[in-house]
């Protein structure tokens, strides 16, 4: 299901060194994707596709050239999403963690990542392929929130043959211009993103807390506190981000609600 051939992507038109750069580097997420079946992998993988979306955003890119990222982003979410399936592994705890298998956490996926990625996989690759052609033709954005809707629809029952349809899904509004572009991130895309900014932040206090052992830095020290402080402080901001995510998502789904309710 999940071992379609990953199409090689190439620029429509003669591209600038930024962008050919970027494009080699999707080239080369997208062949060793192919091949790839080991977890961590994947996930390396998905995070380096995820950079390279984020980076086609910075360096204003174009859609093209960003949907060719997430593209290559959303294969290796389902990939993963197919594999954890199979496995079901559990957050890491000790009444979850069986003898001699991996947990999320020591993955670096944590639960929402997950389930996220295990509801892309379960998508049909005849519907993913369609999504993609569709998105790709009415010149809108390739998004996980996308897809993540298209599986709601198929888990309400919809059928292929409904969601399957000439007008692409809803996706993130997108502004795009040649000079320049900017994306107004759906709520759940937005989520994702803060939830892997609150991963990184994990990384990077174990770091802090390794260099300071290593440096015999006094957990006193007026430099030390001063660290753990921010750190702990952006941990509760990214915290309060994600229940605001959560609080507009359960908002939109009521006012849909509501207004398909409605004769």
């Given at each position: 299901?999940?071992g379609l051939p990953i199409?090689?992507?190439?620029?429509?038109?003669?591209?600038?060194?930024?962008?050919?750069?970027?494009?080699?580097?999707?080239?080369?997420?997208?062949?060793?994707?192919?091949?790839?079946?080991?977890?961590?992998?994947?996930?390396?993988?998905?995070?380096?596709?995820?950079?390279?979306?984020?980076?086609?955003?910075?360096?204003?890119?174009?859609?093209?050239?960003?949907?060719?990222?997430?593209?290559?982003?959303?294969?290796?979410?389902?990939?993963?999403?197919?594999?954890?399936?199979?496995?079901?592994?559990?957050?890491?705890?000790?009444?979850?963690?069986?003898?001699?298998?991996?947990?999320?956490?020591?993955?670096?996926?944590?639960k929402n990542q997950s389930?996220?990625?295990?509801?892309?996989?379960?998508?049909?690759?005849?519907?993913?392929?369609?999504?993609?052609?569709?998105?790709?033709?009415?010149?809108?954005?390739?998004?996980?929130?996308?897809?993540?809707?298209?599986?709601?629809?198929?888990?309400?029952?919809?059928?292929?043959?409904?969601?399957?349809?000439?007008?692409?899904?809803?996706?993130?509004?997108?502004?795009?211009?040649?000079?320049?572009?900017?994306?107004?991130?759906a709520p759940l895309e937005?989520?994702?993103?803060?939830?892997?900014?609150?991963?990184?932040?994990?990384?990077?206090?174990?770091?802090?807390?390794?260099?300071?052992?290593?440096?015999?830095?006094?957990?006193?020290?007026?430099?030390?506190?001063?660290?753990?402080?921010?750190?702990?402080?952006?941990?509760?901001?990214?915290?309060?981000?994600?229940?605001?995510?959560?609080?507009?998502?359960?908002?939109?789904?009521?006012?849909?609600?509501?207004?398909?309710?409605?004769?």
């Open positions: 299901m999940y199409p090689r992507l190439s620029p429509a038109r003669p591209a600038a060194l930024s962008q050919s750069s970027c494009l080699d580097q999707i080239n080369e997420v997208a062949e060793q994707l192919s091949h790839a079946t080991n977890l961590d992998q994947l996930k390396r993988l998905r995070d380096r596709a995820e950079y390279l979306r984020t980076l086609t955003v910075k360096r204003e890119l174009g859609l093209e050239v960003h949907n060719d990222a997430a593209e290559i982003k959303l294969r290796a979410e389902r990939k993963l999403g197919g594999r954890l399936s199979e496995m079901k592994l559990r957050g890491g705890d000790r009444r979850s963690h069986r003898k001699g298998q991996v947990s999320l956490r020591e993955l670096g996926i944590d389930a996220r990625w295990q509801q892309e996989a379960s998508v049909p690759d005849e519907l993913f392929t369609d999504y993609l052609a569709r998105t790709r033709t009415h010149g809108q954005e390739i998004s996980s929130a996308a897809l993540l809707r298209l599986a709601k629809k198929i888990r309400q029952g919809c059928g292929t043959n409904r969601v399957r349809m000439s007008e692409p899904l809803e996706s993130t509004k997108t502004s795009w211009t040649r000079e320049r572009w900017s994306i107004q991130a937005a989520s994702e993103i803060a939830t892997e900014g609150k991963n990184h932040l994990k990384t990077l206090n174990t770091l802090f807390e390794f260099l300071c052992e290593q440096a015999n830095l006094s957990p006193d020290a007026g430099e030390s506190r001063a660290c753990r402080r921010y750190l702990f402080e952006v941990a509760i901001q990214f915290d309060e981000l994600l229940d605001a995510f959560i609080r507009m998502t359960r908002a939109a789904e009521a006012k849909s609600a509501i207004e398909s309710s409605r004769p």
